[in-house]
């Protein structure tokens, strides 16, 4: 049993942390979350470097447990069973509909209006970041269990036992994605029945550095008696500029600078005016919430504070530029002080309520339909390469691949990254081995001239010759090639 405060804020009563009103906030969550995603469901976009979670090929991965630290999703990779794409996807995502549920069901109270609880898990779950990273969902599932985890567990254990959970719940998380440690924060600074002082503040915050330190010193470690290097080097792809003096870490200080803007543009689906207004509302929220109960909204700011901080100490020391993306935690806490808003403006009845109401409703509906329309756009290469694999014959031999998939219009429109987006995705679709001709050429050597060259004018052209197929795709390529990709799996 757990002390969760009431609709209200003002009391509280026992609830039991499985009861159907937590469940009930879960399945709002993952409907809103597959409505959202609903073109995605039969065929989900794959980024190139998510193809080795998905093929469970361990090998390919091993070099992010130097590069990353990605110790648990390399373990992952070495698992025996294979979904298939669309099964994971809906695991990821019922994953993350138990953590979105019971972020909300801990932070508004158990009795809290369903629709409330409901639209601040979508508003948290359908953010920008949160959709961009979830193209990585076959590799994201087994921190994404651990992050669900920890969520189920707060919903029926104390502040107190939550907060030392973070020792050990910390590192797994931080072996799986960067960011996913600050989304067990959230949970700790976020719940309804914290006894919120500077002491309970400062203790929080203190086990979790704590166990960030102890994260990257395992991290450090394994790396060491597995790699021989005591740390996690840069991979060359993300062009690092370590700063080693003041001058070198006041140059990328503006990088800071550069990821702020691009945030700010891909938190409101590169809409300004959206950015002005999803500001201004955050203002009044952290007003509004924070002249009812100060402490109720410093601890979120306490914990978007600490996050972004780590997160441009990172910046600093390494001088790569990280994506949007990893801001994604930034939105558990906004969507959370966005419901308290609500729930205050509930307070003062007549029209403040209805406006309440109508601005959590608000952003809760047009972060689903921007959401659907991502997802949408970003689908012209599953159907392209569906429509390409089926004139591509069964017989038993390699397919190659010539030109470039910078050539490919649909591939523009879903951003594709690398080459191996294209030689991955056709594995996934034929079940046979893929060359592309643009990272073996000798590999390529024996096909002919006219083949190699690749297809005349924009559109690809598939030719079946005996013991092989290839895929010739344009030598033009219609845009650049995205800055800062790796060059292998």
Known sequence: MTYIADASGLGGRAVSGTSRHLWATILVAYVGLLVAAAFQLP????????????????EIYYIKTLTEGRW?????????VLLPSWANYLIYNGLWAIVLGCLAHNALGAREELWRKGAVALIAGLSAPSLLISWWFNTLIPGMAIVATFALAST?????????????????????YTTFPFFLLAFCLTRADVRRSAKDLALTLGVFI????????????LNYLFHGIFGVPMAEWRNPNPAHDLASALENLGIIGTFLSSSASLVSFHFLPLTVFQLGVFAWAVWLVGKADPWRAIYPLAGIALGMGLIFVQTIKTGIILPPRVSGFVWLYYAV???????????????WDRLGRNLLAFFA????????????????????SRAMAAQISPAPGPIYVTGTYLSLPSGEASGL????????RLTQLTGRDVVMCAIEPAAC?????????????????????????VVMLSATPIREPSENMPHGG
């Open 43 to 58: 065929d989900p976009l794959i980024r190139h470097d998510d193809y080795p979670a998905l093929f469970g090929d361990a």
């Open 72 to 80: 648990v999703n390399y373990l992952w990779h070495m698992r025996d």
């Open 445 to 469: 050597a024996h096909l002919p001239e006219e083949v190699q060259a690749g297809a005349e004018g924009a559109d690809y052209e598939v030719r079946n010759m005996e013991g092989a197929s």
């Open 337 to 351: 002080l966005l419901g308290l808003f609500s729930q205050q403006m509930a307070l003062r009845g007549g029209g």
């Open 417 to 424: 990254q690398h080459d191996l987006a294209v030689a991955f």
């Open 156 to 176: 029926v254990l104390s502040a107190r036992t939550c907060r030392w959970l973070l020792v050990p719940f910390v590192p797994l998380a931080l072996m799986a």
């Open 210 to 221: 704590l166990s960030f330190a102890l994260a990257m010193g395992s991290i450090y470690t």
């Open 365 to 384: 509906l047009i972060y689903v339909a921007f959401s659907l329309l991502q997802h949408r756009d970003v689908t012209a290469w599953q159907g392209d």
